[in-house]
DNA sequence: ACGTAGCATGCTGGACGCTA
DNA sequence: TAGCGTCCAGCATGCTACGT
């Protein structure tokens, strides 16, 4: 066979020492075994013939693979990337490598991508794609596959999540807005099968009745997604059946957007007509026209955090499910104002 | 034409033996 | 006793050889 990738044994026939001693050698925590000066030939040679372990056959053996495969519901959504930069870091620190896989919200497509990284042997999955009560998430558990939740949580309790504190987060919001004046504040909420718009719904209406605002002066439009098309379709008919609305709360900086392309059909303006307050702060919100008024989340903080829970169920497989949520914080922009008089 | 057994792959990790 | 070699089981899977 030509072009075949260097062995541990051409290592081992190269060095004059047996492929055991290679094996020692190549694993820095049995390095010590061995001897100094037959340490850096084996390591001289290995360099030289371009040997670089193989890790199937590392898994065959030790069932362990150090790398985490992570499921996105959407790559395209900012959100993300700074997600995974702490989840990459925080799992590289430990020697550990992220596999990324991008699905859509179809059930048949999770199982499929993530029945093959476990082909692939990954030590455990972190999943964004998770819904209130997810069957996949399921599945893993009852197969022992060590899974953590991130940004989004399943409210079985089977998994460990690291979320933001979304209560917190629409209560800022609230707040923010009401201090400004607004009286007639709408909702446009995510999703209810997915726990961020669940949660961000309950945190608005219980933000609203915190107030002294009357609760039936709040409006909660479901939006269907997450998307910008779908925010403007949202605010559009929101407006149509909520008219008095002077400010709007969303479940998302997307639909944020898609709020302001609403606004501009209608020939509004924002702030002057219709606050916006977004939510995430994703990258480049405050490049935008007007800069977006959002509920900043801690995404690289999510990220790390994921990374260690997943590590510490990891090794230890019979730890408590837990349940972190990072405190938000309102970032105030040039979105939101005090309504017209 | 089948079914089955054995082997090869690349590596780990442990038990044990040998040598200086 | 340190430093190494030897041997073996085990892992998933495809391939080959053999027997029925």
């Known amino acids: ?38 340490a850096a030939r084996v390591l001289a040679e290995a360099a030289r013939l371009g040997y670089r372990p193989n890790r199937a056959a590392s898994t065959l053996v030790t069932r362990k693979s150090r790398i985490i495969g992570v499921v996105l519901p959407d790559i395209t959504n900012a959100v993300f990337p700074p997600i995974l930069l702490g989840i990459e870091e925080g799992l590289r620190k430990h020697g550990y490598l992220a596999i990324v896989a991008n699905v859509g919200a179809d059930e048949e497509e999770q199982l499929f991508v993530i029945n093959r990284l476990l082909g692939q042997q990954v030590d455990g999955l972190i999943l964004a794609t998770a ?5 996949v998430i399921k599945m893993c558990i009852d197969q022992n596959v060590p899974v953590v939740t991130v940004n ?25 807005l009401l201090a400004l004046g607004h009286r007639h504040i709408a909702h ?72 302001y392309d609403a606004i501009r059909e209608l020939g509004l303006s924002c702030p002057e007509d219709i606050s916006v307050v977004g939510h995430n702060d994703m990258p480049y919100m405050d490049m935008i026209r007007p800069p977006l008024t959002t509920i ?22 019979d730890s408590p499910v837990l349940d972190v949520r990072l405190k938000p914080e309102l970032v105030v922009r040039e979105s939101t104002a005090s309504p017209r008089a």
């Open 1 to 38: 066979m030509t072009n075949k990738n260097p062995t541990l044994s051409d290592v081992a026939r190269a060095s004059g020492v047996h492929f055991s001693t290679v094996s020692r050698v190549m694993n820095p925590a049995t390095r010590q075994m061995v001897s100094a000066e037959v």
């Open 152 to 176: 989004r949580s399943d409210e079985t309790g089977v998994a460990s999540c690291v979320v933001s504190d979304d209560v917190v987060g629409m209560r800022l919001a609230v707040e923010h």
């Open 131 to 135: 819904r209130r009560d997810d069957p």
């Open 296 to 317: 900043r989340i801690r995404h690289h903080g999510i990220g790390t955090e994921a990374a260690r829970l997943i590590l510490q169920t990891i090794a230890s497989p």
């Open 188 to 259: 446009i909420a995510g999703p209810e099968n997915l726990s961020t718009g669940h949660v961000r719904r309950l945190g608005f209406l219980a933000a609203i009745q915190a107030s002294e605002l009357d609760p039936s002066q709040a409006f909660v439009f479901e939006s269907s997604g997450y998307s910008r098309e779908c925010g403007k379709a949202a605010l559009l008919e929101l407006l149509r059946q909520s008219p008095r609305t002077t400010a709007v709360v969303t479940g998302s900086d997307l639909v944020a957007l898609g709020c």
